[in-house]
């Protein structure tokens, strides 16, 4: 296990499904106390007077084992007779959720109303659903996450869920990220000397990465950092596995391709772990000084996901050894 | 349908599931137009964040059809994974609530904090069950039930169904009461010199009922109203067919008789409808200048419920053709 990154914690920043599952795999191949996943909460919402966080939900039940395999979100073999039932009483029934994925949207909303923490009951859930290593919120601070678009502003799960995704996107803003800090965890990882790496998951970067680095502090520490940083690429073939990435990017003026991912991470990483299917721009990557890692990165299998994390802290843990000499000159 | 009752509305305080067979045999025979069935709200209350207000749920879901048969509560055929899930996250899972019956709860608590009223709310989700009778809450003004037992004092529902009835029960109060005005709907009601008939549906008297006559200007309307005011006992040979009423008559110092109720209800009815196995009382009511009828008060079946809700409107237009020529003497 822990020879895979070596001694030192990995600090993993993630979305939702697809970051999720590379989030599994290093969860596998990781001990409980060398792995810490930054969950994006610009994609929380207030819905039916609940407290959403969908993409804490969605690496708790992907750690879990709990997470639906097919849609990657969601409870696996959950029920829907709560929202059918909401439905006929006239209620909002857009945002789809499953019976027993309720519990954690109640039991959340009454905690944080009582005074905990966003960061105290996402660690309390998780642990009470078996997940062993460290799931942390961004930022215990609401940030919300609103696109700009032809149609006007749109809050986030309205443009993803309720819009499909379709309404094209001019901007991307982060509704209270100057009032934000770094959640305590994420805070007390960002300031550590020894990380044995910084892994950005495959998650889309404009809407799931870009918010926890808006955080106050975040891209700064980041950029500092010493540790070896490595980027997961989410294009496949320049398109995106699940999600509106290659559609948001072509609607922001950026080309779909690894290579403006690169750029849009520039300094923030060293690395990248791209697809087979974009081999052709490793030279690009080459050129503006980042390490490639060339590999198959659709993760179908809880097989596929353990390949790839294992091979992600692999490579983060050659260019460490690579750097350190560099260092000692 | 309206030669049961005549012309004329009819006003039933109901609580929860013995009531609200009543209130379903009450719709049936009745016209929409003329009946209202106001419904106790002291057994409401906060859970999970949610407002709940089982009474009212209850007559709706009755009147619905929707009602479970088995339970006399909640939704039949219903499902229990949230409450499952909820358990496994630590919530409180003590208050039972099936995946469609929580609906009701998480819109009827939307639509509060949005400011509609109690009433409002009431009145629409029911009427989304196609629900066609009026159901009106006793007041738009929290009223909370509290008993003072031998293990201290109880919400409601803490007594009631995490404590399962069993503390002694050394007196009963209305939180809120003092404060609360009759819904809007039922101080119409009240104030109608043309109503067929006042009901007191086969509720607990001191948990379901007394709540409702405490709202100031309810007890001294219905003892001033000229229109006939009939209980319909909800003892059955000295037991309750469901509930605590006999047992807390008991620990409140009161024999569990219909007299006992029947003096309970002093100067607020005319008449009482009681079952045949406490026939041997009916001549200790007529002895205090009740009118009795006596009948099978038992409602297992649909029919049964309808068959003791005309008998009861029948009663009670016997007692009007009655009460008049004496007025016009």
Redesign the interface.
């Known amino acids: 296990m822990s020879q895979a990154a070596g001694p030192g914690r990995v600090l993993a920043l993630c979305g939702g499904v697809g970051g999720a599952k590379l989030a599994f795999g290093l969860a596998a191949a990781l001990p409980e106390d060398e792995l810490t996943v930054v969950v994006n909460t610009g994609d929380d919402f207030q819905h ?3 407290e959403i966080s969908p993409d804490i939900d969605t690496v708790t039940y992907t750690l879990a084992g709990l997470a639906d395999r097919e849609r990657g979100w969601g ?1 696996a073999g ?2 829907w ?6 439905a ?4 909002e029934d857009w945002f789809q959720i ?7 949207h ?2 959340r ?2 905690r944080l ?1 009582a005074g905990e923490s966003l960061s105290e009951v996402t660690a ?2 998780a642990r ?2 078996t997940v062993k290593h460290s799931i942390v919120p961004m930022s215990d601070q609401p940030v919300r996450t609103w696109l700009d678009t032809e149609i006007g502003p749109l809050p986030f799960q309205h443009y993803f869920v309720r819009e499909h995704c379709l309404p094209v996107v001019r901007g991307v803003r982060f509704e209270g990220v100057t009032g934000a800090q770094p959640s305590p965890d994420f805070a007390r990882d960002l300031a550590r000397r020894d990380l044995a790496a910084i892994v950005i998951c495959p998650s889309n970067p404009y809407l799931s990465i870009d918010p926890i680095l808006a955080v106050p502090g975040v891209a700064e520490a980041i950029s500092a950092a010493a540790s070896p940083r490595v980027a997961v690429s989410p294009l496949v073939g320049g398109r995106a596995v699940k999600g509106p990435t290659a559609k948001l990017m072509a609607e922001l003026g950026v080309p779909g391709t690894v290579t403006a991912i690169a750029d849009h991470y520039v300094r923030l990483i060293d690395a990248m772990v791209i697809d087979i299917a974009d081999a052709d721009q490793a030279s690009c990557l080459e050129a503006r000084g980042l390490a490639v890692h060339v590999t198959q990165t659709v993760m179908t299998t809880d097989q596929d996901r353990v390949r790839l994390a294992t091979e992600t802290l692999d490579f983060a843990r050659s260019l460490r050894t690579l750097a350190q000499p560099a260092a000692s000159l």
């Open positions: 039916l007077g609940l409870s959950d029920t007779n709560f929202l059918g039932a909401l006929r009483l006239g209620g499953g019976d027993r994925d309720l519990a954690l109640v039991e909303t009454r109303k309390d859930l009470r659903l």
